[in-house]
C-alpha cells in the first residue's frame, strides 16, 4: 500500500529556512510525479510544487517561486522541499502527494511548518 511520511517541519523566525522530506513506499516512485500541497489554519488544500519523474520539469505557485525548490531522490525513493526566506503565511502543514498539480491523494499525515518570531 502507498505509504507517505513526512518530516522536517518545526517552527522557524520569518526570513528563515526549512527542509521537508517525505519518505514513499508501497508504489515505483521514479515512475510517478510528486507533489507538495499545504493546509494553512482554517482554509483548504493549496498547491505548492510539483516535480515530474526527473529533476527536469517543476512547477511551483506564484507564492512560493524564487522561495522553495522541489527535488526528489529516486535511488532513496525521498521528495524534498526546501524553503527558503519563510514568511507568516507559509505557515501551514505541508504534506507530500502523490501526483501531479492537482492531485490530493494519496497524501501522507503532513508536517507542521510554522513561521513566527
Known amino acids: 500500500q502507498v505509504r507517505l511520511v513526512e518530516s522536517g517541519g518545526g517552527l522557524v523566525q520569518p526570513g528563515g529556512s526549512l527542509r521537508l522530506s517525505c519518505a514513499a513506499s508501497?508504489?515505483?516512485?521514479?515512475?510517478?510525479?510528486m507533489s507538495w500541497v499545504r493546509q494553512a489554519p482554517g482554509k483548504g488544500l493549496e498547491w505548492v510544487s510539483s516535480i515530474l519523474t526527473s529533476e527536469i520539469n517543476k512547477d511551483y505557485a506564484d507564492s512560493v517561486k524564487g522561495r522553495f525548490t522541489i527535488a526528489r531522490d529516486n535511488a532513496e525513493n525521498t521528495l524534498y522541499l526546501q524553503m527558503n526566506s519563510l514568511k507568516s503565511e507559509d505557515t501551514a502543514v505541508y504534506y507530500c502527494?502523490?501526483?501531479?498539480?492537482?492531485?490530493?491523494?494519496?497524501r501522507g499525515q503532513g508536517t507542521q511548518v510554522t513561521v513566527s518570531s
Open positions: 502527494v502523490r501526483g501531479y498539480r492537482g492531485s490530493y491523494w494519496p
Open positions: 508501497g508504489f515505483t516512485f521514479s515512475t510517478y510525479a
